[in-house]
Every structure is written in C-alpha cells, then in structure tokens.
C-alpha cells in the first residue's frame, strides 16, 4: 500500500499463510492442520478489524464471515480434545456402547463443522494473495483520498 508497505507484507503474509493453512486441511484435516488453520484465520481476522476504516460495510463482512469461520473451526477444535478425553475414559469404563455411540456423534459433528469450514474458506480464499493485498490497496488509496477532502466523513 502507498506509503503502508509494512502494512502491505503484513497483510500478504497473513492472507498467504492463512490460504495455505486451508490447503493443506482440507487435505489433511489433522486436529494439528485444522488448528493451525483457525489461528492464521483468527490473524486475518485482527488485521480486517483493523483495516475496517477503509471500506466498513466490506470490510465488516469479511471481519463476520471470518468470526463464523473461526467460529466452526474453534467448536471442530474443542469436539476434537472431547474426543479425545472421552476414548481415554473409555479404557477406565465399561460403558463401551455408550462411549461409542458418544464418539460417533462428535464424528459426525466435526464432519459438518469441517464441510462448513472448507465451504465457506474456499469463499474467503479464493483470491491469490496478491490479488487481495492489490484490492486491499485500492481501498487504501480510495480512503486516503476522501480524508484528504473530508476527514471527519471519512472517519
């Protein structure tokens, strides 16, 4: 961006990384991966708070779509250790059809949460990096101009 250059890498890198944590979930979607991917979204999500200045209404649907996003991939996340801490319980108990059942039905909830994670990812990735960071810029430039003409508008 003009004169925000560091601002400019900065949102570069945190848009590539958080498309690459995407990719290699949706391909991978190891508690490790899937977790990863939630924290460079979350990244994304303070620098969108932060940019919101320049264009509100865009920027505030992106800033909502990636707290859904981070949303899904937080409650993935917790179901994840639940998981987790239920089969080890399980080696203590001798409620295995309960315990099963139990664990089926996380399964089958981190399933939707993942489809709906990679859904609506595949909406806020869908740029290459450059591409953002260059529209980013436009709105950058746009902003700049209207607090030169009017500053307490454009605020």
Not at 6 to 11: T, Y
Not at 20 to 41: C, D, M, Y
Request: proline share 3%; net charge neutral.
């Amino acid at each position: 961006m003009h004169n925000g250059g560091g601002l400019c890498q900065g949102l570069r890198q945190v848009f590539k990384q958080g498309r690459a944590g995407f990719a290699t979930a949706g391909k991978q979607p190891s508690i490790e991966n899937l977790h990863e991917w939630r924290k460079q979204v979350k990244y994304f999500l303070y620098q969108t708070h932060v940019l919101k200045p320049l264009w509100p209404k865009v920027m505030e649907e992106v800033e909502d779509e990636l707290k859904t996003l981070s949303g899904y991939l937080s409650d993935d996340h917790d179901l994840a250790i639940l998981r987790e801490r239920v089969l080890e319980q399980s080696k203590r108990s001798d409620d295995g059809a309960e315990i099963e059942a139990l664990v089926a039905l996380i399964d089958q909830r981190r399933g939707e949460l993942q489809v709906k994670a990679n859904l609506l990812g595949a909406r806020i990735y869908a740029e290459k990096p450059g591409a953002f960071v260059g529209r980013t810029e436009h709105y950058w430039q746009a902003w700049r101009s209207e607090v030169k003409v009017d500053p307490i508008a454009a605020s």
